[in-house]
């Protein structure tokens, strides 16, 4: 069926490394979303993106769409331990604009 | 924070029993989706709901049913509650129907006995 992977399902990093996960689709995506969810949280909106090849920042946080729209990345610089917590993308499949389909989750943990 | 709230928090049920989950929209959000979160994984889309009538609905069985109030106010609604069923439950709303951008509730944490 349709999926929404992410890549590593765990990351460790000393305070000050960088970050990033990865997601693939097995299928074209409308969009991609980003979430954080902290430990015991629910999940919060990060950043949408829509455009194929779009990139777009928020400080430390670079966010990627693929050309082909099927890949997005998230890449955090110079981490701190507020970024604790576990990163989940999340689109809206080619024809289902009603249903978002979650990544697995990438859960960062930053060692200070 | 993003002005859903959901009740309750945390709820304890038996197989076989029932349960109603609530969550309270965002202001002006006229469309309001349920995911069901198992611990470790990502969101997984129950329903959705759009003007009081279910748009869009992910792969769960009919035991799982829900209802909107005209004030945009939601309820999940969950028969003869199996094991699996353990789960934390978030709602979210957004806008209108489309792909902008949803906000989350807190969640209710539903265990299973």
């Known amino acids: 069926g349709q999926q929404v992977m992410q890549i590593p399902q765990y990351q460790h990093v000393q305070e000050g490394e960088d970050f990033t996960t990865y997601c693939n689709s097995s299928t074209t995506l409308s969009n991609i979303q980003w979430y954080k969810q902290r430990p015991g949280g629910h999940p919060v909106f990060l950043i949408q993106?829509?455009?194929?090849?779009e990139v777009k920042k928020q400080k430390r946080l670079t966010f990627q769409f693929g050309e082909a729209k099927k890949n997005s990345s998230l890449h955090i610089t110079a981490t701190q331990t507020t970024d604790v917590g576990t990163y989940f993308c999340a689109g809206h499949l080619s024809g289902s604009a009603r249903q978002l389909t979650f990544g697995s989750g990438t859960q960062l943990t930053v060692l200070p | 924070e993003t002005g859903v709230t959901q009740s309750p928090t945390h709820l304890i049920k038996t197989r076989g029993q029932q349960v109603t989950l609530r969550c309270s929209s965002q202001?002006?959000?006229?469309?309001v989706s349920w995911y069901q979160q198992a611990l470790g994984q990502g969101p997984q889309f129950i329903f959705q709901y759009y003007r009081e009538e279910e748009n869009g609905r992910g792969n769960f069985p009919p035991r799982f049913s829900g209802l909107q109030f005209p004030n945009y106010s939601s309820e999940l609604n969950v028969n003869a509650l199996e094991l699996d069923d353990s789960a934390l439950y978030l709602c979210?709303?957004?806008?209108?129907?489309?792909?902008?951008?949803?906000?989350f509730g807190p969640g209710t944490r539903l265990t299973v006995l």
């Open positions: 993106l829509v455009k194929s090849g």
């Open positions: 979210a709303s957004r806008r209108q129907d489309g792909t902008d951008t949803q906000y």
């Open positions: 202001s002006g959000h006229n469309t």
